[in-house]
């Protein structure tokens, strides 16, 4: 069903290996998702402080509250930011996203894959990749022509790629119309 994947060739200087463009996007999918998680996270939790802030100021200046009461509320509001830092930093950054998270996050927005990416790209919690022959042409290769297609299916060749690390800053990723 799945081809097993092997290890690419070295590049000759550095020693490191290439990654394939896949991973590449995997990468930097993974680290827009983290982006968006975090700014997201934070700006809920800024608008949230300054305006709960804003409230409590309001309600001390309009009904001059005691110094205990101040201490009371103050704690309160310390205790609900870290709760909600908790809840919308914390916990959405630190869970790990995988591969198979990502290609069904991207079939749930392009329902015209209708689970072809799931099926076609499966990656081992080792970072071992396989690859469904059968259904590369449909995932991979629907804008070439057919003579293409049955090429590249033909070259497919098996890959590991270790475990696909989320990185600040993802190697560019190659131009398609590029040679080579």
Not at 136 to 146: G, K, L, S, T
Request: charged letters at 20%.
């Amino acid at each position: 069903m799945s081809q097993l994947l092997e290890p690419p060739p070295s590049s000759s200087a550095s020693g490191s290996t290439s990654s394939h463009p896949l991973v590449v996007r995997i990468t930097r999918l993974r680290a827009r998702v983290r982006a968006v998680l975090g700014l997201y996270g934070v700006g809920v939790l800024v608008a949230t402080a300054v305006g709960s802030m804003f409230t409590l100021m309001l309600l001390d200046y309009m009904l001059r509250l005691p110094a205990a009461v101040r201490l009371v509320f103050l704690v309160a509001w310390i205790a609900a930011l870290g709760v909600m830092a908790w809840r919308l930093l914390i916990t959405p950054l630190s869970t790990r996203l995988t591969d198979q998270f990502l290609a069904s996050r991207v079939e749930n927005v392009n329902k015209n894959l209708s689970d072809e990416l799931m099926s076609a790209f499966v990656a081992g919690d080792d970072g071992a990749m396989s690859v469904d022959p059968a259904a590369a042409p449909a995932v991979f290769y629907h804008d070439c022509d057919d003579e293409l297609t049955a090429t590249a299916v033909s070259h497919l060749r098996g890959m590991a790629f270790g475990v696909v690390q989320d990185d600040d800053d993802p190697p560019p990723a190659p131009d398609r119309d590029s040679p080579g």
